[in-house]
């Protein structure tokens, strides 16, 4: 007949069981994915300003670029989000630029994520502006602060960031390809829902119905 | 040779695969750990003041009880703590009570997790006090009000709110009878490593070495 300590035993054995199941899942597919992503990562780099592009195409996130912003993500050479811990636990995003006019970095990182009860914990690269070139500064005041890539990279604590965010994890990083190859006209057109009809030849049907990151 | 587009079909497929794989395991795992669970609940039930005795022989979380939360907590029959989604995104702790003189709930529930960008989400059971026994409203501008169970169990914002739900989930949940099973002794020479040292016949060496929740 069982005991509590006996049940107790039981419970923590198949605990630990269970946190070796998920790690060893979480090896297999990380590195299947990594091979994928790095693979992506290098077709990418061979089609010039493809990330600018896509940031620009998605319908919500360029309601957050302003002209200025399109201009530095023009440098943005490639992404990268990586997740922390297993299941969406949290995210670091990796923005690697190109030399150009505005900052030194070559690149900046944005991490979010939630601690082990719950508390958010969000951090940012501090972007080490050239001479004059401080966007964030130079932004002050304008109408177009509020609305600021680089405010959003510096700012921890908003809807707006939390938005972005979820947008970069959930839709673009899931499938760049489908928002760098949209046009003009469908952004136009389905820029509300957020939908995106990419600019394809009729009868291509290679689009993926699947966008489900993990 | 491989195009963006193929490389973009196969990631996603990947990711679906790998999904389906971690809810595999998560079922097959939630399914033992409940019959363990039920089992642990019911040999629990079985020991009267077991739940109240083992808060209060926590080191940390008999820090938090006052007298009144530690006579409410002898009416505690029964508690679960849930798990929303799979890896720690959330937890749902229950605490289920029996008729006391303080309130109408048979059961309370605290939720406390995280959303898709790392928004904390928060909230719990309005407390339907019968009339004269609000410990909340009896215990405004006492020195113990900071320092109270139901202080807590209201509170959705606090630093110590979350570290609350932490031991909870982490330490008293993971094994409960370790707790149960100190001696007074051990809680005030232990108290601020917060190592609990179990009441046990000298020899007996089944105490768990590994306290890992899942």
Known sequence: MD????VQLKLETM??????AYLRLSRKFGQ??????ERRNLLIQNIPGFWGQAF???????????????EVLSYLNSLEVEELGLARLGYKIKFYFGRNPYFQNK??????GC?????????STPIQWLPGHDLQSLSQ?????????????????????????????????????????????????????????PARPPGETSEPADNKSN
Do not use: C
Request: net charge negative; hydrophobic share 30%; no cysteine.
């Open 56 to 70: 620009q195409n998605h319908p919500q996130l360029s309601s957050f670029l302003n002209n200025q912003d399109k």
């Open 3 to 6: 005991t509590l300590e006996n």
């Open 107 to 112: 690149v900046l990182i944005k991490e979010y």
């Open 141 to 197: 005041g304008s109408p177009e602060n509020s609305r600021s890539f680089f405010g959003w990279f510096s700012n921890h604590s908003s809807i707006e960031s939390d938005k972005i965010v979820e947008i970069i994890n959930e839709e673009l990083w899931p499938n760049p390809l489908q928002y760098y190859l949209m046009s003009e006209g469908a952004r136009v057109e389905k820029g509300k829902e957020g939908k995106p009809v």
């Open 32 to 37: 299947l994915r990594l091979h994928h992503l």
């Open 115 to 123: 601690g082990p009860s719950g508390q958010v914990v969000s951090r």
């Open 15 to 20: 605990n630990a069981q269970a946190d070796r």
